[in-house]
């Protein structure tokens, strides 16, 4: 069995290094992966929006299976490019269809998806230019802050939060004159909601689903949640207020609705769902839905399945998933995202990196990375998520700390207090 993984970050990374424990595949394949990915497989040159590049890498390298691990391609219809191709289409796609990908290709999809399934979510209106001037006096109905998104996808940065009620209509003006392009071309205004968050993932086959570990992630740059958006800085699994009382919660309220949903509205949905939630005063409530897993979340659920995972991607493929077992490990794991100095603004790439040998206990999942000759080179913002098991959180972080300590790059920068707030 030979698997291909579209992507090139930390999540991309830790899909690798755990598929390349199932005796099950034969050759991983990761377009176009990183310097990370590069010891666990063949990376290939290919980007994983240009559909007719990965059709070549798969029908040239003989694919059997296709994860797709960033939103973009699927957003774009990778699925269904698959489908309507007649020399791919008995190849399965782990990773939802278009019409299934709006769930996180468009904000008010989603939430008109929620609100007519009964959802826990933010009360919200949506608006385009045509009706900009009627956003005003919705706000107006809002206590502050405001929160506003983009519709559409607009690189982690679209969604802002200000305090100021002449800021919000200033945000939604911007937003839908142009600021983020085609995915401000609606505007999503919606009720604060005061509390923690935290994210829940599920594998399904379109019929059934199995529960993977929950997450909690940091997107703030600086310590105390300060500062700019990220990508995310960190992430600890398990979430302890996420006991067996809350998730049943979310079983009932959120997941099961939400395949029910899909179900009724004749979605097809095969692949991950990532459920964006708030816990607020013990219950939980959807903020957003990402149509794949996330990251650096994947860095910390992926190291607690115990058991073969690609046994849960053949599941999907083969749409059996109902008897496949999954199998978590009861330890805590913590991630600790180490970034080039100055991101998530303007960053040199090319720092050579130190350290990689030295680290032990840990699990280095390489994000922004590339080899160069007999060197391993900054590439991007994130550059490493440094894993790390630990009967407690507080042990798992110990050690994520301590290797973090020991991997070195010029203007190296990494968060000193993940799971603070827990």
Do not use: C
Not at 137 to 147: E, G, H, M, N, R
Not at 306 to 329: H, N, P, W, Y
């Amino acid at each position: 069995m030979n698997i291909l993984i579209l992507g090139s970050g930390g999540r991309e990374h830790a899909l690798a290094w755990k598929l390349a424990q199932s005796k099950k595949i034969d050759r991983i394949f990761i377009g176009p992966g990183n310097a990370g990915t590069s010891e666990l497989g063949t990376n290939l040159k290919l980007n994983p929006e240009n559909f007719p590049e990965v059709k070549d890498a798969v029908l040239g390298n003989r694919i059997d299976i296709v994860v797709v691990g960033p939103e973009a391609p699927l957003t774009m219809g990778i699925h269904d490019f698959f489908t309507n191709d007649l020399t791919l289409r008995d190849i399965p796609i782990i990773g939802p269809d278009k019409s299934a990908a709006r769930l996180e290709g468009s904000k008010d999809f989603a939430k008109s998806f929620l609100i007519r399934n009964n959802i826990p979510t933010a009360a919200y209106k949506s608006f385009d230019k045509s009706t900009m001037n009627e956003a005003s006096a919705f706000l107006s109905t809002l206590d502050p802050p405001y929160v506003i998104k983009a519709d559409g996808l607009a690189a982690g940065k679209g969604v802002v939060i200000v305090d100021d009620i002449h800021d919000a209509e200033n945000e939604v003006k911007a937003m839908l004159n142009g600021k983020f392009g085609h995915a401000g071309e609606k505007v999503v205004i919606e009720q604060f909601l005061k509390g923690i968050e935290l994210s829940v993932f599920i594998i399904t086959d379109g019929f059934t689903y199995k529960l993977l570990p929950e997450a909690k992630d940091y997107k703030k740059i600086g310590a105390g949640d300060t500062g700019l958006n990220t990508g995310g800085m960190g992430a600890v699994s398990p979430v302890p207020f996420a006991d067996k009382i809350f998730m049943d919660k979310v079983k009932q309220r959120i997941i099961d609705p939400t395949m029910k949903g899909l179900s009724d509205e004749g979605i097809v949905y095969k692949g991950f769902i990532f459920f964006g939630l708030i816990n607020v005063g013990g219950n939980p409530y959807v903020i957003e839905y990402n149509a794949r897993l996330g990251d650096p979340e994947s860095e910390v659920i992926i190291p607690r399945i115990k058991s073969d995972f690609f046994d849960l991607i053949e599941g999907v493929a083969m749409g059996d998933l109902q008897r496949r077992i999954i199998e978590i490990d009861e330890r805590f794991v913590a991630t600790v995202m180490m970034v080039s100095g100055g991101y998530p603004g303007t960053y040199e790439k090319g720092k050579t990196i130190q350290g990689l040998d030295l680290a032990t206990g840990s699990v280095i999942f390489h994000s922004g990375t590339k080899k160069e000759g007999d060197k391993v080179v900054t590439s991007g913002g994130r550059v490493f998520a440094v894993s790390s098991w630990g009967s407690s959180m507080k042990g798992a972080l110990g050690t994520s700390y301590r290797n973090a300590g020991l991997l070195d790059f010029e203007g190296k920068y990494y968060r000193s207090d993940i799971g603070f707030d827990l």
